[in-house]
């Protein structure tokens, strides 16, 4: 969603370009798929409900919610009939617990060790997931570090029956970004990430070492914690490195080729069997 104008003509692009995607998943797959939602407080621009209302219109039946837990949001999910994979961004046992009473079916927990848009934070994936497999009766997804067979096997150990894979999809052949940023990721020494605080202190981005990461260190000494992450259309899709953040795990050094879809899930899900 990112992607698009903050219009309203925007959100009716969106549904144009989501309802294409429903269309290809279907020719791809007879398997389930769903669409991400965020909390009412996260989403002014009314991306989610529009997508929601898609999603009933098309008989799509899952909906991620990311974001902080909103009781009331996710119990009207499940009146809709969606089964409801929650995940905030930044992950708690309370939340988990609100969440599940409020009817969710899946829980995500999301450490520190991934993309994207970071916790606050600083617990590890196979902490977060552990805690929450011990605060709740719903399935748990290890978000952050999951990147290989191993990596997959070790969340299961503490917990987890699956993965929320980010980076390592961005490394696929299907990913729409653009070939220089996933090369990027590739060539990355551990090493240089870096790490800003964004959204007043609510998240963080790992990045890797090019301009608005480097600008958005350089805000926060100053005391801003709300810097920008740039344009991810033009950084991700189009390939200008200096136009946004490029996100990755702090695993992504473990990732060592661009591979199918099919390969990467076919390897992940082998750690969960």
């Known amino acids: 969603m990112l992607w698009f104008k903050k219009t309203v003509n925007s959100v009716k692009d969106m549904v144009v370009e989501y309802r294409k995607s429903?269309?290809?998943?279907?020719?791809?797959?007879?398997?389930?798929?769903?669409?991400?939602?965020?909390?009412?407080?996260?989403?002014?621009?009314?991306?989610?409900?529009?997508?929601?209302?898609?999603?009933?219109?098309?008989?799509?039946?899952?909906?991620?919610f990311v974001g902080e837990t909103s009781e009331e949001e996710i119990a009207k999910l499940k009146e809709d009939g969606f089964t409801v994979i929650v995940r905030e961004i930044n992950p708690s046992v309370r939340g988990a617990q609100k969440a599940v009473k409020a009817g969710a079916d899946i829980i995500v927990a999301t450490g520190c060790d991934e993309g994207g848009t970071m916790p606050r934070l600083s617990t590890g994936t196979f902490a977060q997931v552990a805690l929450l497999k011990e605060a709740v009766k719903v399935p748990i997804l290890a978000a952050g570090g999951i990147v290989n067979e191993t990596m997959a096997k070790a969340s299961a150990v503490v917990g987890a029956e699956g993965a929320f894979v980010g980076t390592r999809?961005?490394?696929?052949?299907?990913?729409?970004?653009?070939?220089?940023?996933?090369?990027?990721?590739?060539?990355?020494?551990?090493?240089?990430?870096?790490?800003?605080?964004?959204?007043?202190?609510?998240?963080?981005?790992?990045?890797?070492?090019?301009?608005?990461?480097?600008?958005?260190?350089?805000?926060n000494k100053k005391n801003d914690f709300d810097p920008t992450t740039g344009s991810f259309y033009e950084g991700l899709i189009k390939g200008n490195l200096d136009?946004?953040?490029?996100?990755?795990?702090?695993?992504?050094?473990?990732?060592?080729?661009?591979?199918?879809?099919?390969?990467?899930?076919?390897e992940i899900a082998k750690g969960y069997m």
Not at 29 to 44: S, V
Request: positive net charge; charged residues 25%; hydrophobic residues 40%.
């Open 169 to 219: 999809l961005i490394l696929s052949e299907e990913n729409p970004a653009a070939l220089n940023v996933k090369q990027d990721i590739l060539k990355t020494h551990p090493d240089d990430y870096i790490v800003y605080t964004i959204m007043n202190g609510l998240a963080r981005y790992r990045t890797t070492p090019h301009k608005i990461g480097k600008d958005g260190f350089l805000a």
């Open 22 to 64: 429903i269309q290809e998943m279907r020719r791809l797959t007879d398997k389930p798929f769903g669409f991400n939602a965020f909390p009412k407080a996260f989403d002014p621009y009314g991306f989610s409900k529009a997508t929601i209302e898609l999603c009933k219109e098309e008989g799509v039946k899952t909906i991620v």
């Open 243 to 266: 136009a946004s953040v490029n996100s990755v795990s702090n695993l992504a050094p473990l990732i060592k080729s661009i591979d199918p879809c099919k390969k990467i899930v076919e």
